[in-house]
C-alpha cells in the first residue's frame, strides 16, 4: 500500500509539472493562431472594398394587410402604414427604417429606369461592375469613333441622343446604338455625356469631391499623385469601376489625337462638370472650381495607367 501512494505521488507531481510546461506552449500557440486568422482577415477585409448599399425608402400605402420585414410586426392603419424600398422593395415601419442594415440588393423588377437612376443601384440590379450604358456606349465609339474629328466636342441631335436616352430606359441592354440604328457617332457620345450628367450622384462623389480638388490644387507631382490614390479610394466599388474603365477609354481617345484632334486638356473641359459637381456650395464657390474639375479630369487620364 505504501508503494502504491509513493508512485500516485509521484504520477501527481509529474502531471503537475507537465501541464505547467504545457500551459504556455498551448497558450503560445492559441496566440499564433489568433493572430494569424486576424491577420488573415484584415487583410481579405482590405481587399474587398465596401459595397454596401442603404435602403432608398419611401413612405407607403399598402393594399391589404403588411407585416414588417425587419420586426415582423403588424403594420397598422388604413393610409401611409409604413416605408418601402424603392429599390429592392423591403417593407419596413416607419421606426424600423433606421435599424435596417445597409444591405440593398436592388431588383429590377423596381428599376423603372436607366438613366437618372443611382449608379450603385443599377449596377447590382443588373449584377454588372459597370453601368450598361457606359460598356455599350464605350464599345460603340472605339469600334467605328476613335478618329472623328472632334469626337465629344461636337454634339449630337439632341432629338436624337433623347431618343437613345428612351430605348435605355425602356429596352436595357436590348438598346440598339448600332451604326445601322445611328450613323453618327457624336450621338452615341452624347447619349453618353448625358447618362453621366443625369447620374443624381456624380461618378466622382460628393463625399470625395473635396479630395480631388486638394489634389488638383498640388504643385509636387508625387504628393499629387498620392493625393489622387487617396482619393480615389474614397469612391464606391462601382464608381471607381465606372471611372477608371471610361479613363481608359479617354487615354485611347488621345492616342487618336491626329486624328480627332482630342487631347487630355480638351477632353477635360468636356468631362470636368460632367464627372464631378460640387455639393451644396455658393455659386462663387463653385464658379472657382470649374478650372480644378477640369485639371482633376486631366490628370486622371494622363496618369491612367499609375492611378487605377
Not at 442603404?54 to 388604413?78: D, Q, Y
Not at 462663387?284 to 478650372?291: G, T
Request: proline share 4%; net charge positive.
Amino acid at each position: 500500500l505504501l508503494c502504491l501512494y509513493i508512485k500516485c505521488l509521484l504520477f501527481v507531481w509529474r502531471l503537475e509539472h507537465f501541464s505547467t510546461f504545457w500551459q504556455p506552449l498551448k497558450l503560445f500557440a492559441y496566440s499564433q493562431l489568433t493572430s494569424l486568422v486576424r491577420r488573415a482577415s484584415l487583410k481579405e477585409s482590405e481587399r474587398a472594398p465596401r459595397s454596401e448599399k442603404v435602403h432608398n425608402f419611401k413612405v407607403h400605402t399598402f393594399r391589404g394587410p403588411h407585416w414588417c420585414e425587419h420586426c415582423a410586426s403588424f403594420m397598422w392603419g388604413l393610409m401611409a402604414q409604413g416605408v418601402k424600398c424603392t429599390d429592392c422593395g423591403l417593407n419596413v415601419h416607419k421606426q424600423c427604417s433606421s435599424l435596417v442594415p445597409s444591405d440593398c440588393k436592388p431588383d429590377l423588377r423596381h428599376i423603372r429606369k436607366v438613366y437618372s437612376c443611382d449608379l450603385t443601384t443599377l449596377v447590382k440590379a443588373y449584377n454588372t461592375a459597370r453601368p450598361m450604358v457606359v460598356d455599350m456606349c464605350i464599345r460603340e465609339i472605339e469600334s467605328r469613333g476613335l478618329k472623328s474629328e472632334g469626337l465629344y466636342r461636337i454634339s449630337g441631335f439632341s432629338d436624337s441622343v433623347e431618343e437613345v436616352k428612351m430605348a435605355f430606359d425602356k429596352d436595357g441592354e436590348k438598346t440598339d446604338i448600332s451604326v445601322n440604328a445611328y450613323e453618327d457617332i457624336n450621338i452615341i457620345t452624347g447619349a453618353l455625356k448625358l447618362y453621366l450628367r443625369d447620374l443624381p450622384v456624380p461618378v466622382i462623389s460628393y463625399d470625395a469631391y473635396p479630395r480631388f480638388i486638394e489634389a488638383a490644387k498640388l504643385t509636387d507631382s508625387e504628393k499629387k499623385l498620392e493625393a489622387f490614390r487617396e482619393a480615389l479610394a474614397l469612391l464606391p466599388p462601382s464608381h471607381s469601376d465606372t471611372l477608371k474603365y471610361l479613363m481608359a477609354h479617354l487615354k485611347r481617345v488621345t492616342q487618336n489625337e491626329k486624328f480627332n484632334l482630342m487631347n487630355a486638356e480638351n477632353l477635360a473641359i468636356v468631362f470636368g462638370p460632367t464627372l464631378m459637381r460640387a455639393p451644396n456650395m455658393d455659386a462663387i464657390s463653385a464658379l472657382n472650381d470649374i478650372r480644378y474639375q477640369r485639371q482633376v479630369v486631366e490628370a486622371l487620364i494622363k496618369n491612367e495607367d499609375v492611378l487605377f
